[in-house]
């Protein structure tokens, strides 16, 4: 593994016991340049993963509660006017850090999910037709409730298609939720993390996530994938060919992540549900990762 990627997964799960494959896919959106999406109830570590990696790395920290009256500017900023001098003058809000926790953000209704999409996609913000570029890195965890939550607005499907991984933490084992429970706070663990990492180190680590080779013939293998998802009878909407760059993009950075320099088909096995299936759009009924296991075991690899 990585030297790097193993440091990182070491100093976050002081904070987040029991749980080294979420923060693996964390680490490996982090290197890729993507953003974050994790689906589950409460009391389960969301915030926790967002504040240890920005801890460890010595990254600038902002987190936004979101709520149904939170409007576009408390995420973005806005311009400021003062009496004495007249003038406008532009507030940066808290979305200009480097790691942002978005959290609860189907709570916020769609006028304000949307302020969040030019900074998924583009890094930069625009108020009264002037842009201004985001912090480099920029990293996003953004959280939702389950839809069946009371007081939830479903993101949309080209909110969702912004973000590289959408995945679920889940419940600890027995042994480590004995653990954890009989310990302190999560929290005050991570506030007690020092550095381990710095900016430096992980823009090194996306340089090396662009070097890391990936055959044509795997990548005919992910556009193929992606065409069966389009083809298929219980989906209303597929995969697109953004979302199959997406594929690509991550599988490089799990090869950097594990030592290597070229793509595997086990990185495009590990990452498939990770990366589609909450891009996908079922049929009434239907279930995006049985969908895709299916689509998986029937679609051979390349020669």
């Known amino acids: 593994m990585s030297p790097l990627a193993q440091k ?3 100093a976050v799960g002081q904070s987040l016991r029991g749980k080294e494959a979420t923060v693996e896919l964390a680490v490996i959106a982090l290197f890729a340049g993507g953003h974050l999406l994790i689906e589950d109830q409460p009391g389960v570590g969301k915030t926790l993963l967002a504040k240890s990696l920005a801890k460890v790395l010595d990254l600038p920290f902002q987190r936004v509660q979101c709520t149904a009256d939170l409007l576009p500017s408390d995420i973005t900023g806005g311009q400021v006017y ?3 001098t ?3 003058t532009f507030r940066p809000g808290p979305v200009f850090a480097s790691v942002l926790l978005a959290d609860e953000l189907n709570r916020t209704p769609p006028r304000t999910q949307s302020a969040l ?3 998924l996609a583009e890094r930069r913000v625009t108020i009264d037709r002037e842009s201004h570029a985001l912090p480099e890195p920029f990293f996003v965890v953004a959280t939702q409730n389950p839809l069946t939550t009371a007081g939830t607005y479903p993101l949309p499907e080209n909110q ?3 973000f590289l991984f ?3 933490i889940g419940h600890l084992d027995a042994e480590h939720e004995i653990e954890v429970v009989a310990r302190e706070d999560g929290h005050l663990y991570a506030d007690r993390l020092s550095p381990v990492a710095g900016r430096d180190d992980l823009q090194a680590a996306r340089a090396g996530v662009d070097a890391v080779r990936c055959d044509r ?13 389009r083809r298929s009878g219980e989906l209303l909407q597929g ?3 953004r979302g199959a760059q997406a594929l690509h993009r991550a599988c490089r950075a799990r090869a950097f992540v594990h030592g290597r320099a070229y793509v595997v088909p086990d990185d495009v096995r590990a990452l498939l549900l990770p990366t589609w299936a909450h891009r996908l759009v079922p049929r009434a009924g239907g279930d995006t990762e049985s969908i895709l296991h299916e689509i998986l075991a029937t679609t051979p690899l390349p020669d």
């Open 8 to 10: 990182l997964i070491t």
């Open 82 to 84: 003062h009496p004495r």
């Open 86 to 88: 007249g003038e406008l």
């Open 117 to 119: 999409l030019e900074c």
């Open 160 to 162: 969702l298609d912004r």
């Open 166 to 168: 959408c995945l679920r």
């Open 217 to 229: 013939e795997l990548v005919a293998f992910m556009v193929e994938l992606a065409n069966q998802t």
């Open 239 to 241: 995969i697109s060919t």
